[in-house]
């Protein structure tokens, strides 16, 4: 049996033409606005795609649709990501969303571990990858730099191999 395309899935049912039909698949709480839409499932992350054929994450989408195009990097040429206060991955409210860079706490924590990304990402990345996600994409998505998701696709995704 074949296997799903993830991603060719997505690309014909989450292209969205208009920003009301975005919205239409946020469910607004008086706290958190969640994405009810289509979301990989293994990661938990909502994931659209423009009418331009670019993928986004929903954070992202909703973050550029309030505040305007994000800057590719921040605070020195690090990275900018796309940040919860929050911590639900699934959440969209702009007031929630913030431009910083990958957290250290977050960094720290993995290499403590000795793994690069948390091992649950480790196939989900692989299949977004297989799938014909570019590595940017990825990263940006999973608030992740373009050479971590490099070194996970490439088998490395503990330190030291
Ligand atoms: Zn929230």
Known sequence: MKKNNFLSMIRRSTTISSEK??????EKTEDCWIWTGLQNEALQYGIIFD???????????SYKLCYGDIPKSFNNGRKAF????????????P??????????????????????VPSEFIDPIRSMKRDGMTYDAIGDILG????????????????GN
Request: contains cysteine.
């Open 21 to 26: 039909e975005f919205w239409s698949q946020v």
């Open 51 to 61: 009418l331009d054929g670019i993928c986004w994450g929903v954070h992202r989408y």
């Open 82 to 93: 796309i940040l919860h206060r929050c911590n639900n991955k699934l959440c969209v409210n």
């Open 95 to 116: 007031d929630h969303l913030y431009l910083g860079t990958q957290s250290d706490n977050m960094r720290d924590h993995y290499r403590s571990k000795g793994l690069i």
């Open 144 to 159: 992740v730099s373009y050479s971590t998701i490099f070194r996970v696709v490439k088998g490395k995704g503990m330190y």
